[in-house]
């Protein structure tokens, strides 16, 4: 066969006989199969009772660990990938990429299937997660040298083994941990633990630097080390005090013009789409403060900020009502199952986290579904105690 | 209520629609429950349906969610990386074998639907939707929430892609 046999004309033509694929189920099989499933009952299927949670960074993380440690492993999948997306040629000899046997059989791909369909996508962490657990909050510095927000769930057994009780403070837990992270793994620059001593007192975290040291030596580093602090600190403490060992403060104006820096009467900002080489995060742009949560909210409709995009779905606009919950009205009515679900839950999680660094609940009005994904819109959406979650294997020694 | 609008939509889209689902996923069985999640999608939200698209293309956005949540998924199994999956930019391939009748196919049809495997997503969709469903450009924009300027670029992207990879194959195979 020669090259000019694939002229435009003729594949297109080729294109358009492709063959008429049937589905063989008569009506009958496929209304019942709906029936048993309870989809024509006219009060909503229950689907956020028992949720798998399968937060995207766990995923993420788990890939670069993998990658890392068992880098064949990784190749092998594509291997099998490739041998997969060739098989059109030869139906009959083609087999299922072994790791993929399970999850692929005649009858397992169905099971799969639907139980995937439930999985939680949510990727902020909510306090009914925190039942048998504690968020342990930190900044992890990114691509662009910015702070992003990551929350890691660690288990009251292993909060009773390095702490000898089962609320330590968000203090206890860096000391603790933020050597133990593996910063690199989980595709970010090495940072933690800081130089110095973080301590704390009363609702203050006093960082001590060493005398020799600061981190003003560049304007960049500057900003790193207050967007740590704050993704760090800033929700368990309402003050920071930086200062040398003497006890000379040091004043970062990045964290702030005043000294302590006050982290509850700082200014907040709006979270945006962080796509970063390891996966995409929910970071605020500390680029633009705001004292209200009403501008904040709106400032998320602006398009792209460097790194930045914005988390509104194209072609969707709101109206903010301040208050004590904060009301978010869709102009025209929202169809979360008719729009890409995970581009749509990162607008509701930026919205909700974006919300709660105001202390603020928010109730959405004009959505179609009353539950989807694990959120009731009947009702204020719960605040997240933490943004992008990450497994505790990010600890090394956990 | 709910039965009555299944059976209407069942008459008038079902196979449209299951179609649609089996030459992106190339697998009966999955077709077949992406279908049903279609249903269950479409009967959840039927009440709030506002008429600002045609029914078709509300029905054609919903299965392609629910298709491209799919491959989602998939790729999560395949390489546990979930977030940096990007349907327009990656492969929507299905790693499992082509349904039945894919075997009884002439050798340049089993070629071009291999090839079109290969394609981009956003490609391959476009090429689905356009050439096997026969939606029109407006339509194919409507439901992908692009300007037609952009179905048709990518239209004209997807049959450049899709010679260049027949021909390369003809020249290795020779």
Not at chain 1, 51 to 58: A, I, V
Not at chain 1, 92 to 104: G, H, M, N
Not at chain 1, 355 to 380: H, Y
Request: aromatic share 10%; proline share 3%; net charge negative.
């Amino acid at each position: 066969m020669k090259d000019e046999k694939w002229s435009e004309q003729q594949l297109e033509e080729l294109l358009s006989q492709a063959p008429k694929m049937q589905d063989r189920r008569s009506k009958e099989d496929v209304f019942t199969r709906l029936k048993e499933a309870g989809a024509f009952e006219e009060a909503p299927v229950q689907r956020a009772a028992g949720k798998k949670r399968k937060p995207f960074m766990l995923l993420s993380l788990s890939a670069a660990l993998t990658f890392l440690t068992f880098g064949g492993i990784y190749y092998f999948s594509q291997d099998g990938h490739e041998d997969a997306s060739m098989s059109m040629n030869d139906m009959e000899s083609a087999d299922q990429p072994e790791s993929e046997s399970e999850s692929f059989d005649a009858t397992g791909i169905s099971e799969a299937s639907i139980q995937g369909m439930t999985e939680d996508m949510r990727t902020s962490v909510y306090e009914e997660q925190l039942e048998e657990g504690a968020a342990f909050r930190i900044g992890l510095v990114g691509d662009d040298e910015e702070s992003v927000p990551v929350t890691i769930i660690v288990p009251k057994e292993k909060l009773l083994e390095d702490f000898g009780i089962d609320t330590p403070t968000q203090v206890d837990m860096y000391n603790k941990y933020a050597a133990e992270i593996d910063e690199e793994a989980a595709g970010f620059s090495e940072f933690h633990p800081v130089k110095g001593k973080i301590e704390e007192q009363g609702s203050a975290v006093v960082h001590t630097l060493p005398d020799d040291y600061d981190y003003e030596e560049s304007a960049a580093t500057d900003v790193v080390y207050a967007g740590v602090m704050k993704d760090t600190f800033g929700r368990s403490y309402e003050k920071a005090v930086v200062q040398h060992e003497e006890g000379e403060t040091v004043v970062y104006e990045e964290m702030s013009a005043d000294e302590p820096t006050d982290f509850a009467d700082s200014p907040r900002y709006s979270y945006f789409l962080d796509e970063q080489e390891s996966g995409v995060f929910l970071s605020p742009d500390l680029g633009s403060a705001f004292r209200t949560v009403g501008e904040a909210l709106e400032y998320m409709k602006v398009g792209d900020r460097g790194s930045y995009k914005t988390a509104v779905l194209p072609g969707v606009d709101y109206t903010v009502t301040d208050g004590e919950v904060v009301k978010v009205r869709f102009t025209a009515p929202l169809d979360l199952e008719a729009v890409d679900s995970q581009k749509a839950m990162y607008m509701i999680e930026a919205m909700l986290l974006t919300a709660s660094d105001f202390g603020k609940q928010i109730l959405f009005e004009n959505i179609v579904q009353t539950e989807w994904q694990g959120f009731r819109f009947v009702e204020p959406l719960p605040k997240p105690v933490g943004a992008n979650e990450m497994p505790l294997e990010i600890i090394r020694n956990n | 209520m709910r039965e009555s609008i299944f059976h209407r939509l069942y008459d008038e889209y079902h196979q449209d629609i299951f179609q649609f689902l089996i030459y992106l996923v190339k697998n009966r069985t999955v077709a077949e429950d992406l279908s049903h999640e279609v249903y269950v999608r479409v009967l959840k939200a039927y009440d709030h349906f506002q008429g600002r698209s045609t029914e078709k293309t509300w029905l054609f956005s919903i299965a392609k969610n629910v298709a491209i949540d799919h491959f989602r998924r998939a790729k999560v199994r395949e390489r546990h990386a979930f977030n940096a999956f990007d349907w327009e930019e990656e492969q929507l391939v299905s790693p499992t074998r082509s349904p039945e009748q894919f075997a009884e196919l002439n050798e340049d049809m089993k070629r071009l639907l291999a090839a079109l495997e290969s394609c981009k997503g956003d490609q391959k969709m476009v090429i689905v939707m356009r050439y096997f469903q026969e939606l029109s450009i407006a339509e194919t924009a409507e439901i992908l929430g692009w300007t037609e300027g952009k179905v048709k670029t990518t239209q004209h992207r997807a049959i450049k892609a899709l010679r260049k990879k027949l021909s390369e194959k003809e020249a290795n195979s020779l």
